[in-house]
């Protein structure tokens, strides 16, 4: 094993591969307070990648409503109780990572799920957390409560898939950080799907090789968003890179929103892979579950997130998410808008922070018709 620096747990680790990170990192945010649980980024994903046999059951973006959601089942709730005790203190994790341990004989430490485990999308969608009883739902936040997670691979810095192959048949590329599974060199021998702590690697038994997310490539080269992205409904998604902290430029949309406000955070940070999409926290679900969740910081991103309605460069910001295909590796606020550019500095699109608002008289003389859409 090599000792690695992950910058989300706030210390050095041990994993299988030396530190190699790529030229530039594919990295995503997503609001959570936006998501409606539509589907339409997993049947964008499905209907774009995994259509084919042996691929039915797989969803490489899926959304789950968080507490009882999964896919596959428990995926989260099996492996933090393998862990064990998870702590942190002043920002570093204190507990093991999933590669310190990893049993004997493993470089992982992993679980596979079993067929019947993919047996329901979201199984328990929109359960909530307790029942409404003498006005609690007046109360925030309140016992009532769920929110959507929409999940991707989350093209680690650290892979637990990668560090698993024996075959050496998964990598990250150089260029962006995209994990891909070579699938000429893969057998099928199922150790990445055992390791992915999030679960993003499906086995295809058409083909007996695996396959995962690909983080749509053929468009991210072309500087374009990846499908589920683009095809958002709740408009929660924007993709791009991330530098780590010391490299951190503000005019970054991803830069500022993770390292300068922190304000979107890892998923399961502690699990120690340095994974690549970040969450902005849902205002209203409890602390605690939020904390074990995306780490200490969360507290911190709601409080920040909160504060966006007094904060134009943050609420300005918030506001490119979903709005133009491609990717905004610039951007900047001028007065009431916010322009993403690209790295040359030509403008891509121009948000207006306020969209204005037009009343149109209640009786129309031209056509000789009342309307009734007027106050
Ligand atoms: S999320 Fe899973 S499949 Fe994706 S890169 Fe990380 S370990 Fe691999
Ligand atoms: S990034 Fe592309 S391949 Fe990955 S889940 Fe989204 S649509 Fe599917
Ligand atoms: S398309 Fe967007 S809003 Fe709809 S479920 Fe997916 S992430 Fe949520």
């Known amino acids: 094993m090599a000792r690695v620096h ?5 210390r050095e680790m041990s994993y299988w591969y030396p530190e190699s990170r790529p030229h530039r990192q594919f990295a995503a945010i997503f609001d959570i307070n936006k998501c409606i649980a539509c589907q339409t980024c997993t049947l964008a994903c499905k209907t774009t990648w995994t259509s084919g046999k042996g691929q039915e059951y797989m969803l490489w973006n899926n959304v789950e409503s968080k507490p009882y959601g999964f896919y596959p089942l428990a995926w989260d709730l099996k492996l933090l109780q393998m862990l064990g005790a998870q702590s942190w203190t002043k920002g570093a994790y204190t507990g093991q990572t999933i590669f310190e341990s990893a049993p004997a004989g493993k470089r992982v430490l992993g679980w596979r799920p079993d067929e019947t485990d993919y047996a329901y999308p979201n199984v328990g969608e929109d359960d909530c957390a307790g029942q409404i009883e003498n006005g609690a739902d007046l109360q925030v936040p309140h ?31 150089p260029e962006d950080g995209i994990v891909l599974v ?3 060199r893969c057998r099928g021998y199922r150790e990445c799907v055992q390791a992915c702590p999030y679960k993003k690697v499906f086995y295809n038994p058409m083909t007996g090789t695996s396959e995962k997310c690909i983080a749509c490539f053929p468009k991210m080269e072309q500087g374009l968003q990846p499908q589920c992205f683009v095809n958002c409904i709740g408009k929660i998604r924007m993709a791009g890179w991330v530098s780590q902290p010391e490299d951190a430029r503000p005019d970054n949309p991803i830069d500022y929103l993770v ?14 892979l340095e994974p690549n999409v ?14 074990q969740m995306f780490g200490p910081g969360a507290e911190q991103a709601v409080r920040t997130y909160q504060s966006a309605p ?6 300005g910001l918030l506001r490119l998410f979903g709005c133009t295909e491609k990717v905004i590796p610039r951007w900047k606020r001028v007065g009431d808008s916010i322009i993403g550019s690209r ?21 129309d003389a031209k056509y000789q018709i009342a309307r009734v859409n007027c106050p």
């Open 6 to 10: 992950n910058w989300q747990i706030g």
């Open 143 to 173: 016992l009532a409560w769920f929110f959507y997670l929409a999940r991707i691979c989350n093209h680690c810095t650290y892979p637990a898939c990668l560090a698993s192959c024996p075959r050496g048949s998964i990598y990250k590329r």
């Open 182 to 184: 070579d699938q000429s």
């Open 259 to 272: 390292h300068v406000r922190k304000v979107a955070l890892p998923l399961f940070p502690q699990f120690g």
């Open 278 to 291: 970040y969450y902005i926290p849902p205002i209203h679900a409890p602390m605690m579950f939020l904390q």
């Open 310 to 315: 007094a904060d134009p460069d943050l609420a």
């Open 343 to 363: 790295e040359d500095g030509g403008e891509i699109v121009r948000v207006p922070m306020r969209e204005p608002v037009y009343i149109r008289p209640a009786f």
